[in-house]
């Protein structure tokens, strides 16, 4: 069979990803996913995977998304919300201004935390931070893990998410009442800050 191929795309291809390898790639991140994957895949068969992933890629398909997929399986978009009594919001300094996706900050906490997907709720990606929800009883474990670590050439803060109206309360409580306070000034000032 005749092989439908475009050769001088996949070369292109191939050529940016080496490119984005030393440019934008966490290296960290990056060592661990080479580790893991030179443990679980044979020596034999880590050409065959890689290549596997390269036409998957080539063709503009995701491999949670292709026909054999299970039909449980979801992608970081369709990440279902976990209940408010079981669930605790955590802010993370990065956001689409640094080119982080869902996936990539799944796969952190993956891989640094170890925790399981089915503690991770909904990923909300905003321009220069982000906010991901989860169990109660993985939260301390993603923080302890995660917060201070080397993140594409930064530090990475990791704390619990405050709502506006925490904040505002403590504020609040420590104004002088004489003070002309205008909250909508404390809001601009901390914009890492959300309503939940």
Not at 27 to 41: A, G, M, Q, S
Not at 47 to 69: F, I, P, R, V, W
Not at 97 to 117: C, Q, W, Y
Request: no cysteine; aromatic share 8%.
């Amino acid at each position: 069979m005749a092989s439908k191929i475009d050769s001088e795309k996949t070369k292109n291809t191939i050529a940016l990803i080496l490119d984005k390898i030393n440019t934008e790639a966490d290296p960290w991140l990056l060592n661990d996913y080479h580790r893991l994957f030179k443990k679980e895949v044979s020596l034999f068969h880590r050409s065959k995977a890689a290549a596997y992933l390269l036409m998957l890629y080539d063709q503009g398909k995701d491999l949670l998304s292709t026909e054999n997929s299970s039909p449980d399986s979801r992608n970081d978009a369709q990440r279902y919300p976990l209940t408010g009594e079981e669930s605790k919001r955590l802010f993370f300094s990065v956001g689409r201004s640094r080119r982080v996706f869902p996936r990539e900050i799944l796969g952190l906490i993956n891989t640094k935390a170890a925790v399981s997907k089915e503690d991770i709720g909904v990923i909300r990606i905003l321009d220069n931070y982000s906010f991901v929800q989860v169990r109660d009883n993985a939260a301390e474990r993603i923080i302890e893990a995660l917060n201070g670590i080397n993140f594409r050439g930064r530090p990475l803060t990791v704390n619990y998410a405050k709502s506006r109206q925490d904040e505002e309360e403590n504020t609040m409580q420590d104004l002088d009442p004489s003070d002309n306070y205008d909250s909508s000034e404390q809001r601009q000032n901390h914009p890492e800050k959300e309503d939940i």
